[in-house]
């Protein structure tokens, strides 16, 4: 039985992923970081461990509860938006942001890449096309922006060094999707998006390690 890793399942297209690989009969270890929601996955059959990918110590305790495993396929999907409004960005803001969406994978990928390469498997982060430079067209979401450009040279760090491993790591854009964060006049459900993200990793080999894609395998520009 292959087994999936589901960093931030809590809602959205984390716990859409969880659900659909539990549907085809993966085993899924899953994060949430409320107790709520780790009931939740228990229901779907996911392995649950409660995680707050700011906090450092939590971190270290799921890399040394996972240290014997072998990740079929790993997802990094917890991700904050932040302020919805630009300009002069508060030192709260700032620091929420880019800890959840850089810091926690500068911490979160060392740990779980490794146990990918040992499957030789793959590595999906959820990125998004707002974080592209090369394609760039709008100045809104600045905070959001730039941390997911970050995230984008984190990932790229990794390929490097766990791509020779055997590990497959990937970018990729979920496409504007109906959750919380994208709202629900988006132009694609949680459940099209975990499904063409799926799809789009599956196929993947080593020689798309350190790309970034659109969720339908499309290349988007770093």
């Known amino acids: ?49 409660e995680l707050d990918v700011t906090d450092a110590e939590a971190i270290a305790g799921l890399g040394w509860k996972l240290d014997d495993e072998k990740i079929d396929t790993a997802w990094l999907v917890a991700g904050l938006y932040g302020p919805r409004s630009d300009g002069f960005p508060t030192q709260d803001d700032f620091d929420a942001v880019m800890h959840t969406n850089v810091l926690a994978a500068m911490r979160l990928l060392p740990i779980v890449a490794p146990l990918v390469a040992n499957a030789r498997g793959k590595l999906g982060v959820l990125s998004s096309r707002m974080g592209s430079i090369g394609a760039r067209n709008s100045a809104i979401g600045s905070l959001y922006r730039a941390s997911k450009a970050a995230l984008n040279s984190v990932l790229r760090d990794t390929a490097l060094t766990f791509g020779p491993q055997g590990a497959t790591c990937i970018a ?16 694609i459900s949680a459940g099209d998006s975990a499904r063409d993200l799926r799809a789009t990793l599956a196929k993947a080999t080593l020689d798309a390690n350190g790309t970034f894609l659109n969720h339908d395998g499309e290349p988007i520009p770093w």
Do not use: C, N
């Open 172 to 187: 990729f854009h979920p496409g504007w999707v109906q959750t919380d964060m994208g709202g629900a006049g988006a132009d």
């Open 1 to 49: 039985m292959p087994t999936a890793l589901i960093i931030g399942a809590s809602r959205g297209i984390g716990h859409e992923l969880v659900r659909q690989y539990r549907a085809d009969g993966w085993r899924v270890i899953a994060t949430a970081r409320k107790p709520q929601d780790i009931d939740e996955l228990v229901r779907l059959g996911a392995e649950p461990h």
